[in-house]
């Protein structure tokens, strides 16, 4: 059908072509049935001549692979050729994609050739693939930078000896979506027999243009796109199989489809970045970890509302479970009342507005809030009302001087404060709060608890002292860890019976 597009990826060869990304041969049968898992037509599975590695790797993936075309990689050379046609002898349908540069540049400065000859070695190579398989596809490499005259007779020859598949590759990502798109009408419209090949799109990503690029080709008549999974590939890389197959899936006023599986490509796109060990930027589109996540409290407000005010693509349709509403210092109260009835906990208003104030206060210390860190906040914050509040901490830590706090308490609205050394900060604040209020105790347990991952996460602490023979409990948490055990100690002592309290200013 006119309106279908064949997917042909080559996360397996353009893909594996970035520094330090290299996949065994058992690894790239896996991200090859993850890949035809995925429904894509065709799976480029390497360039056999170039190593003994990836011949065996095009084999494997051959005896793997049951629907998808396998392809292999070759330059017009009678050698690459016959060893392409050796490597793809298990695959149930077998392609050789051979070519040759086509711009000025190749032809003069890295083939050391002239127009003429260039044809001549095209047609051959095409010819000889034809022994081996019915299906060869060419590649004029650099047919961004050819003029469109000359590639127009590079192709016709090519589609006359025998080409089913002919690829237009901006192999330096030069081309803008106008002149791309007009380079796939010029062929369409000015080679002879263009209706007995394909045409197809390969497009890089040096200036962003890639997915654009292939778009416009596809929309000017091309009919396969060449892209991988996440856009990886030499340089800027290539175009995402991702992006374009939710582009057709989305606009449906292109009125063109691809056979794509679109709620495994999350998981596909994870498969490879673990393999290739090359993490996906968080602002990529559709695979990202931020493509459905908000943030801003007007964006989360019209998320919840309605998810299509600020979503054009449901995430469940590429196998993300749902729109990530992250908790930040920008977040509304929609967005927290949200997170909490997620988790279980419902608020009246009044109850919410308190909530939201040391919410607020937290999230300005922390980069984002888990659900961890508002657990932690409501227990503070249904604790009984203190009667010895810490007004003022500052310590200074290192090993000369001694470690020194400075304690100022609220007790029962008088503040009072003392200064203390220490074997380290914390024992120094413990002894200056004993000073303040004069109390003997014990320190019998002490424990530091890191709630969540990272630098900025919440801390807690839980102490247990002993007073007159009777232990007591603390209880706090604070993104400052030193604040946190303060208040903690202030916490149990405050629970001992008859506490005393001073009558006057410590110094």
């Not at 049951?66 to 392809?71: A, S, Y």
């Not at 596809?218 to 197959?245: C, F, H, K, P, Y």
């Not at 794509?260 to 589109?285: D, E, F, G, H, W």
């Not at 210390?365 to 906040?377: C, H, N, P, T, V």
Request: a neutral charge; hydrophobic letters at 40%.
């Amino acid at each position: 059908m006119d309106d279908k597009v064949y997917v042909f990826d080559s996360t397996l060869r353009d893909g594996e072509q970035v520094p330090c990304c290299q996949l065994n041969t058992i690894e790239k049968i896996e991200v090859a049935k993850a890949l035809e898992a995925l429904g894509v037509d065709i799976i480029e599975a390497g360039f056999p001549i170039s190593s003994p590695g990836d011949f065996n790797s095009v084999v494997e993936v051959s005896k793997a692979i049951k629907e998808p075309t396998i392809c292999a990689l070759t330059r017009a050379v009678e050698k690459d050729i016959e060893v392409a046609a050796e490597s793809l002898k298990y695959a149930k349908v077998g392609r050789i994609h051979t070519g040759i540069g086509t711009s000025y540049y190749h032809i003069h400065s890295k083939l050391k050739s002239n127009p003429e000859e260039i044809i001549e070695r095209a047609i051959a190579a095409v010819k000889y693939a034809k022994r081996f398989v019915e299906d060869v596809e060419f590649y004029a490499e650099d047919a961004g930078r050819t003029e469109n005259e000359y590639l127009a007779r590079v192709v016709e020859a090519v589609i006359a000896a025998g080409a089913t598949v002919i690829n237009i590759p901006d192999t330096t990502g030069y081309n803008t979506p106008e002149e791309y798109g007009n380079k796939i009408k010029f062929l369409k419209e000015n080679v002879r027999g263009v209706h007995k090949a394909i045409l197809s799109t390969h497009c890089h990503n040096d200036l962003g243009m890639a997915t654009a690029n292939s778009l416009a080709g596809l929309m000017n008549g091309a009919r396969q796109v060449e892209v991988t999974i996440n856009g990886i590939g030499e340089r800027a890389g290539n175009t995402s199989l991702e992006e374009i197959a939710m582009i057709l899936q989305s606009r449906k006023d292109i009125a063109l489809s691809t056979g794509i599986k679109s709620k495994k490509i999350y998981k596909t796109s994870r498969l490879v970045s673990t393999l290739m060990r090359m993490p996906v930027q968080p602002n990529k589109a559709i695979v990202g970890r931020n493509a459905f996540a908000h943030s801003s409290g007007i964006h989360q407000d019209g998320v919840l509302k309605n998810r299509e005010n600020y979503e054009i693509i449901d995430p469940t349709e590429v196998g993300i479970n749902q729109s990530s509403i992250v908790l930040t210092a920008r977040s509304g109260r929609a967005a927290l009342k949200h997170r909490l009835e997620i988790l279980g906990i419902k608020q009246s208003k009044e109850e919410l507005d308190k909530t939201y104030d040391k919410f607020v206060n937290l999230a300005d210390k922390k980069k984002d809030i888990k659900d961890e860190d508002l657990l932690i906040m409501l227990q503070m914050q249904k604790a009984k009302a203190h009667k010895i509040k810490l007004d003022h901490l500052q310590v200074i830590s290192g090993k000369t001087p001694l470690p020194t706090a400075i304690i100022r308490l609220e007790v029962n609205g008088e503040l009072l404060s003392a200064s203390c050394t220490g074997n380290g900060p914390i024992d120094a604040s413990f002894t200056a709060v004993k000073k303040i209020l004069k109390k003997k105790v014990v320190l019998e347990e002490f424990l530091i608890q890191a709630i969540t991952r990272g630098s900025d996460d919440l801390g807690k602490v839980h102490v247990q002292i002993k007073s007159k023979g009777v232990s007591y409990y603390g209880f706090s948490a604070n993104t400052d860890i030193i604040t946190a055990s303060v208040e903690a100690f202030i916490d149990a002592i405050e629970q001992t019976n008859g506490f005393a309290v001073p009558v006057k200013k410590e110094g």
